[in-house]
């Protein structure tokens, strides 16, 4: 089960991917959303860091939260 204020607070160190947030069954759909939005905010923030330092070498994590979030509000 997942504490949804822990997630809520670092959804990186609660979950490997964002669709592991999408796929949470003890969590509930506003839960999922609120914990994507502040995964896409600390993404953004660390895509601005790499953008500063030209390091854009792998995937966006801002683009996998946006998939994720796609998804739930589909």
């Given amino acids: 089960m997942v504490d949804y ?3 809520l607070k670092d959804p990186a160190g609660s979950f490997n991917k964002p669709m592991d ?4 069954t ?9 914990i994507l939005n502040e995964w ?3 993404a953004e ?3 601005r860091a790499d953008e500063e330092n030209m390091n854009t070498d792998q995937p966006s994590m801002l683009s996998r939260v946006h998939r994720a ?4 509000q589909a």
């Fill in 21 to 24: 947030v999408v796929e949470a």
């Fill in 26 to 34: 003890s969590l509930t759909q506003e839960q999922k959303v609120a």
């Fill in 45 to 47: 923030a660390l895509q």
């Fill in 69 to 72: 979030l796609a998804i739930l």
């Fill in 40 to 42: 896409a905010s600390d």
């Fill in 5 to 7: 204020n822990e997630a």
